[in-house]
């Protein structure tokens, strides 16, 4: 469980920080070579993806309550925007999410 839980942690980061740096080169101005970074942080992303036990369609959709979280938090730390308490109750629906996709007991 930890271990699938850091792919998670690990994918995220490098996910939204790659996304980040392409926002920051289209959007704010910053120079090329940051984009180039963002689309070489998001194919690390789709690698470390690939360790995960379980199958695509099961990782992605648990994925997806992983990457609403630490988007949020990305938000609020590097962007300055300051979650609600929608905005915490939605990210803790998803995580709960995350959990049951993963973890339940299969037959």
Known sequence: MIKSL???????????????????????????????????????YAIIATLQPANFGRVYAAYGGVFIAMAM???????????????????SFALVSVLIIMFAPRN
Request: glycine content about 18%; overall charge negative.
């Open 6 to 44: 850091s792919y998670f942690l690990s994918a995220g980061l490098f996910e939204i920080g790659g996304g980040y740096l392409i926002w920051l080169w289209l959007r704010e101005g910053k120079p090329f070579w940051w984009g180039i970074l963002g689309g070489i942080a998001l194919a690390i």
């Open 73 to 91: 938090l990305w938000g609020w730390k590097i962007d300055g925007v300051i979650p609600d308490r929608y905005d915490f109750l939605g990210a």
